[in-house]
Structure formats: C-alpha cells, structure tokens
C-alpha cells in the first residue's frame, strides 16, 4: 500500500511554527496504528521564497511576484488584498516565507527543521511574473550557500554499529 500523505499549510504571517508540530506528530501516530515505522515516511515542509545577495534585495525582487499571485489567489478565495508590510512580516522569523539573504533562509531553514524534523524541504521560488534570470540566481545561490549549510546543520546521526 501507499503511505499516506499530510499536507501542511501555514499560511497565516507571523504564526508560530511550533504550534503546527502537533500536526507532524498525529501523522507519525496515524503511521504507526497503521503498522507503518514513522521513521519510513518522509516529512516535508513546502513554502514561498526567494534567496537574494542580500535581504534588502531578495524582500524587493520576490515582493511584486508573490503579492500578484496572492493578490489574484485572493479574489479568488475572498481574501483581502496583501500588502508590503504583510509580506515583511510574513518573513520575519516565524512567518511562512523564506526570503532573504544566504544565512538568513539557511537559518530559518534549520530553525524550522529543529521543531519539524522533516526529511525535507522544497523552496517554490518561481512565483508568477518573477524573471528567469533573478530565479536562476536564487537557484545557484540556494545551491551554493544555503544548502551546505542546511546539510551541515540538520544531518542525522548514523546509527551506532552493532557489535
């Protein structure tokens, strides 16, 4: 049979990330009465973002994108417009999106990975009218700079040998 599998949507700007920890927890429980090993069926956690030379940068060039998408997904959906002081906010350390500079999304990253565990982790960083360049940028950056770290910091232990 297929593992199951649980998304987790935390789109609401500022909420605290470990406050959807719980959810992690009942999808590990779910796995085990269902005579799966937790440890088999992967985690993840899948958010906007955008990783720029520096904050300043990455928050101006993934701004217009992102709002355009939500803007228009809101319409939609009934929601209010967004604004720029929602997107900073969404940002700071415990909002749902990922943009600034290297060591900032790296460690926002490991924090989350810290309350989370999950195995792992997808960046969506081409949001509607971005430029290809700016996201091929993004893209080598995350590659270069923000990955080793992440790797460095949220690698799990090897097993001890059996004597």
């Known amino acids: 049979t297929k593992p199951c599998t649980f998304k987790l949507v935390a789109s609401e700007a500022g909420s605290l990330p470990a406050r959807f920890a719980p959810l992690f927890e009942i999808y590990r429980e779910a796995a085990r009465r269902a005579g799966n090993d937790p440890a088999s069926l992967a985690t993840s956690l899948n958010v906007h973002g955008f990783v720029g030379e520096t904050t300043e940068k990455a928050a101006d060039d993934f701004y217009a994108p992102q709002a355009e998408v939500m803007n228009r997904i809101g319409r939609e959906r009934g929601w209010g417009p967004t604004s720029r002081a929602h997107f900073d906010q969404a940002r700071g350390p415990n909002g749902a999106l990922f943009v600034g500079d ?62």
């Open 102 to 163: 290297p060591e900032q999304v790296a460690e926002k990253i490991v924090a989350q990975h810290k309350i989370f565990g999950n195995d792992r982790f997808l960046l969506q960083m081409a949001i509607g009218t971005m430029p290809h360049a700016k996201v091929m940028k993004a893209i080598e950056l995350y590659g270069t700079k923000v990955a080793p770290v992440v790797r460095k910091e949220t690698v799990k232990a090897a097993p001890a040998p059996v004597a």
